[in-house]
């Protein structure tokens, strides 16, 4: 006798083992499509997640996250221009963006400085340099926010600096020179 004779014949004489022995084959060919089905569409999505990273470095999309809808009261209102009557008064202005920006990020402003006639001067553009102590988490929120509002406001420059002295400023306070830039129209 082979085994598949001692096989058949198992089956014949115990016809209920034979029964589950075809459920426990059917659970587990659908038990293997399942996790088949389901590891494909988890690939699809990864696929589809590293397609839309590389249409984003390629420079094709833009970033969806963190994007105000049109529409919404997130969206930029406002003039692209720094406003004021005058130059003096669109420097104040744009001295009040930056600290308001600063001071909402929780940071410590020390020396402020508006340079009305700087090498940009006769296109209207504006500069201001604040020197202010913030948290490292927090700065970054500080340059999307003067970077993303309305005005239009550019960071010339940015140098950051940790305590000289341990202890001397405050745990995890950055030192933060900054130059910021807006243009101004005068009024017609």
């Not at 569409?41 to 994007?67: F, I």
């Not at 950051?160 to 400023?169: D, E, K, L, M, S």
């Amino acid at each position: 006798m082979n085994l598949l004779s001692i096989f058949t014949s198992f089956l014949n004489r115990f016809p209920g083992t034979a029964a589950l022995l075809y459920v426990a084959v059917v659970a587990g060919l659908l038990f293997t499509a399942w996790t088949t089905a389901e590891g494909i569409s988890e690939r699809q999505d990864e696929v589809a997640q590293t397609a839309a990273t590389l249409s984003q470095l390629e420079g094709r999309a833009a970033p969806r996250k963190n994007l105000p809808r049109p529409g919404s009261e997130a969206t930029m209102a406002g003039s692209p221009l720094l406003e004021g009557g005058t130059m003096t008064i669109g420097g104040a202005n744009l001295l009040q963006r930056v600290a308001a920006s600063i001071t909402k990020s929780g940071g410590n402003i020390v020396y402020t400085q508006v340079d009305l006639e700087g090498p940009q001067a006769k296109d209207g553009f504006i500069d201001v340099t604040v020197n202010f102590e913030i948290a490292q988490p927090a700065l970054q929120d500080v340059l999307y926010d003067l970077e993303a509002g309305m005005p239009f406001l550019f960071v010339n420059s940015l140098v950051a600096q940790g305590p000289a002295v341990p202890g001397q400023t405050p745990e995890g306070k950055l030192r933060i020179l900054i130059s910021v830039s807006g243009q101004w129209q005068a009024p017609k």
